[in-house]
């Protein structure tokens, strides 16, 4: 579809959050048939970060997204959509974008997920641009957020020594300025859905036998999802290089799905690009699936490596099988800088959207706490809402 003219996308805002919790690969070989050699080597990550009680997918995509709304100096109520990318959702239902547009206070904003696995961020983005090019929103909050350990079956060391937990945010705003999100790529093979699964769902019923099994928590074909990954990595960042009318050289910055750095060894070499090009960060993180994309964002962005006007490649693969590339022409420095009295706007609103979400949910409880109280003890249920009937 031809952009609406004169409508661009813009990331004006980037956030990620990552829990406390270092666990390194000495820490797993304590407890699992494995080494931090093998790891290193065969991966190239050292530790990865694992959510604690009490933390879950949506409390750090509520801390990456208040983040990136602060870069971007948007308070929440200025949202119009929020994206949560994630195959590790809180619930079945709700949705986590709920509970996150909810924990923002984003009052106005629609909210969905979108589960592609470790495609999901570049997914997310691609449709928030969409959205806003053609017209429909001017400012989309997008969040990759996994709970990946709590999918683990940490017996299984060809799988648990892989993932990690964590959250990253960008801001997309409307704009009449070119740049922006030039160009996506996305695509589907879900003839190979079983190389990497989750059980968790409708067609299973979690029985305690299936959980002793092992079904309903990660399983993977690693040397497929490898051979596929190198092949798709190389594949997708070409056409949307070409898709934006630009060559493999006008490219400053791959920002790719962190699952390996092998794969980006190989994929590198298949572009014909310097590794150097090719952002990791895995080291510290694992492979945190939707969220890998804006965390190695943010850091690349925190070690200096995208400036204003730069072309950046975010590539994904995963589960699905599923893929996507989008390019982006970077609109800013790694910092953005807003004067003190538009810091204090954003603050007083940004702490105005939470007070007045307080009130909202506290509405809520009373309502609920009513008509409990108006339906007593051996008083059967009418179906009728109030006023009804
Ligand atoms: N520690 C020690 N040994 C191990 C471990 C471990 N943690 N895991 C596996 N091994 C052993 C295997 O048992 C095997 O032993 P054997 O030769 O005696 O049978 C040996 O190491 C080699 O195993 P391979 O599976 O051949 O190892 P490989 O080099 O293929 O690496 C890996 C495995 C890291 C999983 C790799 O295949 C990979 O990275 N695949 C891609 C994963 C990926 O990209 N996922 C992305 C999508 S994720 C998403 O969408 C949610």
Redesign the pocket.
Known sequence: MPDNVGRYAHITGWGAHVPARTVTNEDLSQV????DA??RE??GIQERRIAEEGEYTSTMAIQAGRAALKVANLDPSALDLVICAT?TPDYLMPNTASLIQDGLGAARAAAFDLNT???GFVYAVSVAAGLIKGGLYDRVLVIGAES?SRVMNWSD???C???GDGAGAVVLEASDRPGGVLASKLGSDGSGGDL?KVGLGTRLPITEGAVARGETA?T?N??Q??RF?TRIMNEATREVVEQAGLQLSDIDLIVP?Q??T??LAVAAKQLGIPEGRVFSNLQRFG?T?AASIPLALVDALAEGRVRAGDHLVFVG???GLTWGACLVEWSYGPSRQWSPGQRALRWTRDRLAQVKRSLHRLDRRLAVAGRRRGKGAGEPWDGLGPGEG
Not at 32 to 35: A, C, D, N
């Open positions: 699992l048939p494995t080494s093998w790891i065969r991966t195959s696995a470790c495609s990946m060391r060809s799988t020594v892989l993932f990497l990660m993977m690693g040397q999802v490898f990954a799905h699952a390996n092998r794969i492979n699936s693969f995963g589960g």
